[in-house]
């Protein structure tokens, strides 16, 4: 069975930081992964996404994800966190069937503090 | 372009009344999705539809259904509803196609039933 898992509920970082945003996921096949990003109150917003190819992918926002086949890894990062990203993450999978739909975790909160 | 739109925002029904949900896309993709999210679950897939005319059950389908009369539409009823479909309802869309295109988000619906 498909599944993503984010591990931890909430992060902490200073502004100015790098962050780590974790996301380990399992499927059978090629995975096709997506980050996510929900503001209060609004609908998820698209980042970023692996398809194939170079296993650092770039999205908006200055976001970007390390894929890792062998860890079964795609943890998204930041070089320098901002107090206006924080938000909920969302990282998902596409599921194995010809539909498009997306397996999506839990959810990890991100602070960013001044 | 509006992108994904939803209607109502809010809405309070008391158990046992029906309501229908609606969502419209302006970006001619083929594919929509109801998600519900609720607090530490993440989102998770109601109906979901790869074209006009066609619906599918999603991971928690029960208690919901879909209409997709047109390509820009999808509608999700409840029949009669209940304290546990309290939650924030959320469309969305992707081109369809190929198995990898990221889904666009609507703004969601804040259900409440008493």
């Known amino acids: 069975a498909q599944s993503v898992a984010q591990p931890e509920d909430q992060v902490n970082v200073a502004e100015g930081n790098p962050l780590t945003v974790k996301c380990t996921y399992s499927v059978s096949g090629n995975p096709y992964l997506f980050w996510y990003v929900q503001y209060p109150n609004r609908g998820l917003q698209f980042l970023l996404k692996y398809i194939t190819g170079d296993n650092l992918v770039k999205g908006s926002y200055g976001f970007e994800a390390e894929f890792n086949k062998s860890q079964t890894s795609f943890h998204l990062k930041k070089p320098s966190a901002l107090v206006s990203d924080s938000a909920l993450y969302f990282c998902?999978?596409?599921?194995?069937?010809?539909?498009?739909?997306?397996?999506f975790g839990q959810g990890t909160t991100l602070q960013v503090k001044p | 372009n509006a992108g994904v739109t939803q209607t109502p925002k809010f809405r309070v029904l008391k158990t046992g009344q029906s309501m229908t949900l609606l969502c419209a896309q302006d970006m001619n993709h083929e594919y929509m999705y109801w998600y519900r999210q609720d607090p530490g679950m993440g989102l998770r897939l109601i109906h979901y539809s790869v074209g006009e005319g066609t619906t599918a059950k999603g991971e928690v389908p029960d208690g919901y259904n879909v209409s997709r009369l047109k390509k820009q539409n999808f509608l999700l009823g409840l029949e009669s509803a209940a304290p546990s479909q309290t939650s924030v309802y959320f469309c969305?869309?992707?081109?369809?196609?190929?198995?990898?295109?990221?889904?666009?988000f609507g703004p969601g619906t804040r259900l409440t039933v008493l």
């Open positions: 969305a869309s992707s081109r369809g196609g190929t198995h990898y295109n990221e889904q666009f």
């Open positions: 998902a999978v596409r599921d194995s069937s010809n539909t498009g739909k997306l397996i």
